[in-house]
């Protein structure tokens, strides 16, 4: 069985940063894609950023481009989001997810087979 545990969440001002940490347990990230996603209250998820199995390729969306950065440490099987120049619209609960299928990138929820139980992020202006 796997299992994701964000954490890193928390309230921060306008301007300011947070590192998120996904952990995974009961399988190795090093074969898999990884990604996260975000939820604002009453919005659907949306994709974050997903990384490739060997950590080499990542990719955004747009709204976070230059001011996030994912990351990955296979040895100690986690998954890092830094989240720098924070603005209130990155308010929303952050999700890490994985894959059971051998994929470059996780870019759609669909996509995701694994979810963590969430870690919430509330950036005040």
């Known amino acids: 069985q796997v299992q994701l545990v964000e954490s890193g969440g928390g309230s921060v001002q306008a301007g300011g940063s947070l590192r998120l940490t996904c952990v995974a347990s009961g399988r190795t990230l090093s074969g898999y894609a990884m990604g996260w996603f975000r939820q604002a209250p009453g919005k659907e998820r949306e994709f974050v950023s997903t990384?490739?199995?060997?950590?080499?390729?990542?990719y955004y969306a747009d709204s976070v481009k230059g001011r996030f950065t994912i990351s990955s440490d296979n040895a100690k099987n986690s998954v890092y989001l830094q989240m720098n120049s924070l603005k209130p619209e990155d308010t929303a609960v952050y999700y890490c997810c994985s894959t059971s299928s051998y994929t470059s990138g996780i870019y759609s929820a669909g996509q995701c087979d694994y979810w963590g139980q969430g870690t919430q992020v509330t950036v005040s202006s």
């Open positions: 990384i490739n199995r060997s950590g080499a390729r990542t």
